[in-house]
């Protein structure tokens, strides 16, 4: 039978071509999929500053909870005790060990400053000059004895450069007094570079000084350029989710894109069974004839798909470290589990499709083909019954899930997975729903396009099997895409609409470099300004109580300053007074505060950003919607437990009437990188985390809807040169090609309808108890232009794959032979 195979391929290939382009597409995604998540895995960031050592000791950067099962990640560099560098040194088998004070300081292609001592870690070599001493420094780029001046700590510095070292740019050298007083906390190392004695075991020492505290992460080889950037270690689980989940999605894509292809191609040749089957051949053979086929055009493909899956994956990552998902300093890794991977799964996926595709075709009766292969009447069998079923009803709970249980942006966990149950539930009981729709619009279209309207509706009456075919590629698509592209624009809106709501800053003083303390004083003396406050942010773990609405990945965080009624905090009060907000203080929400009985004078403890545990007392209570609850705790509290310990943000209030904006800036023009904007900038903040994940979705969601419209031209190309029979009769009876063509105009136009129709439903069904819990309406919110930007595409692809393939067939004479394939 495998000769047999060969011999069909060679003379049937249009009909294994979308097949062919489906696995290598496949093939190419999966692999970059898994490109994606070796690299998360590995997070492999080459050591620069810290080139030079053996060993780099660094704070842990994740706290678990009492009770929790899942340890919450910091976000804030955790840093190690200044008091554990002498333990660290006498630990056996360390020959040194230097601690390294990291800090802001921009200026002069400057990012961040560092103490003397930590040069060495590199290593940093003067090649002028000396070491720094008090109000001096040593850069990478200069001259020994100039001046350059640096944003430190938000303020302006005058330093004299005293020597000039080669190594990584970007970096600065201070006295260890200077180093000391400049950092915002002097008590914690960023890290401690340590270095063994030649010959030591370093899995030994590595394993002593994780004992010296349990709060400590050892990082060895590459894993010490982790500890420059901790922000990678961060992002990895963003990465890896998103490989994971998009991976997964792509792989029964491929595998409902090959089993339609591989379907319709087995469909189209039931006639050829028959006769098989007539002259002996058993379904045995005839499984094998086919399985054979299937990989004689996976295995190809796959070796074709290979090349672009390297691409993909290294265009993929760049995309994604360009957006802030994936960190830019990590190194992309795709070695061979990513390819074996993809063409696992390609494989797979051709081995199982051929499995479905013949299953029908190898058991049916010789008279019974012949009779199905002239015009196919059963709609589909128990078991699709049963699974369409079965989807359906998860499709159902899931929504009931949603509409009940979730709340916020957590309805995204279950919305998301809906919209496939619906779909695979509504595609494997294609004709039943494809009666029904049809049903609902062959009345309009039929008193349109009078008779050749009737013509096309009692063709597809007639062939409602082969029409499910055609329109269920159109819902899927119209249905996957609209589903999830609006619910990030719901979801985008409705987190702007949450913070917006109680917003009451009229204007934002923003720098990167930090802003001086002494500014805050000088913007509430400009006229006009009724208040301003601080405004920082950051994430922590809430410890007690344990029943606080908060998931694993922690509670989000604001500070700001305490103030008054007319205060600029985004918040509205329910109880007590943010008047208070100083110190050890907290304002809770008040479905946590009602929820756990943690009022107005209770206290709670959190774990914040950088691992410091905190016992806070509850001064204020304040309406929140659901789902966007945060934590209000005071400004100086946050930023002193944040990275670089900086305040970045100041937000005004001005009295009503009042343009404090000529004011403002006049102010800012003292203190360099000092900018300011209007609460647009705080709006898109705010949602900047949101806009990514919705960038990542459409980027996807894009590369879906392409690898779908094979499905769509493939089956409804095939379906079109098949009848090619029946068009050669019309004309024979006396149609012009321009009827023929008018008639599958109309066609089309119920395909795309109905397909429109039920992928709208499809969409809905998962969109509106999602929009009802993230938002106050039921109703998506998002521009129009998407959704007929979706449907535009899908009728393009529809007239297209149908139209043009029509038009080929007609130039030739009706009388002229024609081939099954």
Not at 432 to 445: D, Q, Y
Not at 485 to 508: G, P
Not at 731 to 755: A, D, H, N, Y
């Amino acid at each position: 039978m495998m000769r047999l195979a060969v011999r069909t391929l060679r003379h049937r290939k249009s009909g294994f071509i979308a097949t062919f382009v489906a696995v290598a597409f496949g093939t190419a995604i999966v692999m970059a999929c898994g490109g994606l998540m070796e690299t998360g895995i590995r997070s492999n960031v080459a050591p620069e500053r810290l080139a030079g050592t053996s060993l780099v000791v660094t704070g842990k950067q994740s706290h678990l909870r009492p009770g929790a099962e899942d340890a919450t990640p910091l976000p804030e560099r955790v840093g190690v005790p200044v008091d554990l560098l002498s333990k660290i040194r006498s630990t056996e088998g360390v020959s040194s060990a230097v601690g390294d004070y990291t800090f802001t300081a921009v200026g002069r292609g400057i990012t961040e400053g560092h103490n003397w001592a930590s040069a060495a870690l590199a290593p940093y070599k003067l090649t002028t000059g000396h070491a720094p001493r008090a109000g001096q420094v040593v850069v990478t780029n200069g001259k020994v004895g100039e001046q350059t001046t640096l944003l430190i700590n938000g303020e302006p510095r005058t330093l004299t450069v005293s020597g000039v070292a080669n190594g990584p740019a970007g970096h600065a050298f201070f006295a260890e007094r200077d180093a000391a007083h400049l950092v915002k906390n002097p008590s914690r190392y960023a890290d401690i570079g340590v270095q063994v004695a030649p010959g030591t075991d370093l899995d030994a020492v590595r394993k002593r000084l994780e004992q010296v505290d349990g709060n400590l992460t050892v990082r060895a080889g590459i894993d010490r350029g982790l500890a420059e950037h901790p922000d990678a270690e961060a992002q990895r689980t963003a990465l890896i989710s998103i490989a994971g989940s998009f991976g997964g999605i792509a792989a029964m894509t491929m595998m409902f894109v090959v089993a339609s292809t591989l379907a319709l191609a087995a469909q189209h040749r039931e006639r050829e069974f028959a006769l098989l089957r007539g002259i002996g051949t058993t379904p045995g053979q005839v499984r094998r004839m086919i399985l054979g086929e299937a990989l004689m055009v996976a295995l190809p493909a796959v070796a074709l798909g290979c090349l672009p899956g390297i691409f993909l994956g290294r265009f993929l990552f760049d995309q994604l470290g360009s957006h802030g998902v994936a960190s830019p300093v990590v190194e992309f890794s795709q070695g061979w589990i990513p390819f074996a991977a993809g063409a696992g799964a390609a494989v797979l996926a051709a081995i199982g499709a051929a499995l479905i595709a013949a299953r029908k075709s190898a058991r049916i009766r010789p008279v019974e083909a012949l009779a199905e292969a002239s015009l196919q009447r059963k709609w589909f069998g128990w078991i699709r019954l049963l699974f369409g079923l079965l989807f359906l009803g998860g499709g159902l709970a899931l929504l009931i899930v949603t509409a009940t249980v979730m709340t916020g942006p957590l309805a995204g966990a279950t919305a998301g997975p809906s919209i496939l149950c619906w779909a695979i539930g509504v595609a494997l009981l294609g004709p039943f729903w494809t009666k029904l729709v049809l049903a609902f619009w062959r009345w309009p279209v039929q008193a349109l396009t009078r008779v050749n309207g009737r013509l096309a509706i009692r063709n597809l009456s007639a062939r409602s099997v082969a029409m499910s075919a055609a329109v269920m590629p159109v819902m899927l698509a119209v249905g996957i895409s609209t589903a999830n592209l609006y619910m990030q624009t719901t979801q985008v809106h409705a987190a702007s609409e949450a913070f917006t709501r109680d917003l009451r800053a009229d204007a934002v003083l923003v720098s990167d470099a930090g802003l001086s303390p002494e500014l805050l004083s000088q913007v509430r003396s400009v006229p006009g300004v009724a208040s301003a406050s601080a405004f920082v942010r950051s994430m922590a773990a809430v410890d007690e109580p344990r029943n606080a609405p908060f998931d694993e990945d922690g509670a989000p965080v604001i500070g700001v300053d305490a103030q008054g009624a007319n205060g600029t905090a985004p918040v509205r009060l329910t109880s007590g007074s943010l008047s208070g907000l100083t110190g050890s203080t907290v304002a809770l929400p008040e479905y946590m505060a009602t929820k756990t009985g943690r009022g107005v004078g209770s206290d709670v403890t959190l774990t914040l950003g950088d691992g410091t545990p905190v016992k806070l007392r509850v001064v204020a209570t304040f309406a929140a919607e659901r789902g966007y609850e945060t934590l209000i705790l005071p400004a100086s509290l946050v930023a002193a437990h944040t990275t670089d310990g900086l305040t970045k943000q100041m937000l005004v209030r001005a009295d009503p009437g009042a343009d404090v904006r000529a004011g403002l800036s006049k102010v800012a023009a003292a203190y360099p990188g000092v900018q300011v904007a209007d609460r647009s900038t705080l709006v898109a903040a705010n949602a900047e985390d949101l806009q990514t994940q919705a960038w990542v979705n459409y980027m996807l969601v894009g590369m879906l809807i392409a690898y779908t419209a094979v499905s769509v031209v493939n089956t409804l190309v095939s379906t079109t040169l098949r009848r090619r029979r029946e068009f050669a009769l019309q004309r024979l009876t006396g149609s012009t090609r321009f009827q023929v063509l008018r008639m599958l105009w109309t066609e089309s136009t119920l395909i795309t309808l109905t397909g429109i129709t039920l992928g709208t439903a499809v969409a809905m069904a998962c969109l509106l108890p999602f929009s009802a819990k993230v938002s106050t309406s039921a109703l998506p919110t998002g521009p129009l232009w998407i959704y007929l930007v979706v449907i535009g595409a899908a009728a393009l692809l529809t007239f297209g794959s149908t139209l043009i393939p029509a038009t080929t067939t007609l130039r030739h004479s009706p009388t002229q032979p024609t081939h099954t394939d």
